[in-house]
């Protein structure tokens, strides 16, 4: 589903090229759910840009859905974000004119794959039955971060790419949405990578990688090395 081959990646800094990815090698197969941890800065949000064709690498190739990103033109790396990819960040980005049913919708019907069934199924198991007709700010934090998961997963999407999900939530809160993230993911089949700066949250996924020096390790291996 998502295969880095030796991926670099710089950013121009007053004291010179800051580099964030060095040589990274990644592949996370169908259905597979990964954790990246990482001190802050150390690139992982990169990691998940790149992933999702928002930037391009400064050399090596990133292949998403069997396709080389940095083959694409912009229009159709947009075409295939669309078509494959859901987005979840630490921030919720909803659209405050938006209701919450139409927030929901919004990415599937861009994709143009709406279910209304789905869209329904969804509402109700994100807890959100009832409040169909209410904006972002009548929600609570925790309301809205399931409205964010849930517009992501609306489409069905082949890869959920998930920038600390949890982080802006209390603790009861954020194992909540974890969990119901996780349930909604193994439903749909998809293939989830998540950010996440907690052993707590990576520890249900598959697997788990350390983000250091530009370098992936495995986690276990990197706390040994310490």
Not at 42 to 50: A, C, F, Q, R
Not at 164 to 192: H, M, S, W
């Amino acid at each position: 589903m998502l295969d880095f081959r030796q991926v670099h990646k710089a950013y121009a800094t007053p004291q010179g090229p800051l580099t964030v990815l060095d040589g990274v090698d990644l592949t996370l197969g169908a259905g597979e759910s990964l954790a990246l941890m990482g001190e802050s800065g150390s690139g992982k949000s990169t990691l998940l840009h790149l992933a999702a064709g928002l930037d391009l690498p400064d050399a090596g190739e990133v292949r998403l859905a069997g396709r080389a990103i940095s083959s694409l033109g912009e229009p159709d790396r947009a075409r295939l974000r669309r078509e494959t990819v859901g987005l979840v960040f630490q921030q919720f980005h909803l659209v405050p004119s938006l209701s919450v049913l139409d927030n929901l919708r919004l990415q599937a019907r861009l994709a143009g794959v709406e279910n209304p069934a789905w869209s329904a199924e969804l509402i109700r198991r994100l807890g959100l039955a009832g409040m169909e007709r209410r904006y972002p700010e009548q929600l609570s934090g925790g309301q809205q971060q399931r409205l964010a998961i849930g517009r992501a997963l609306a489409p069905r999407p082949a890869l959920l790419l998930a920038d600390e999900p949890t982080g802006n939530l209390d603790e009861a809160t954020a194992g909540e949405v974890l969990e119901l993230l996780l349930e909604l993911v193994r439903q749909t089949g998809g293939t989830l990578l998540m950010v996440t700066h907690s052993p707590r949250v990576a520890a249900p996924l598959d697997r788990c990688l350390m983000l250091s020096r530009g370098r992936l390790t495995p986690r276990n291996a990197a706390e040994a090395s310490a």
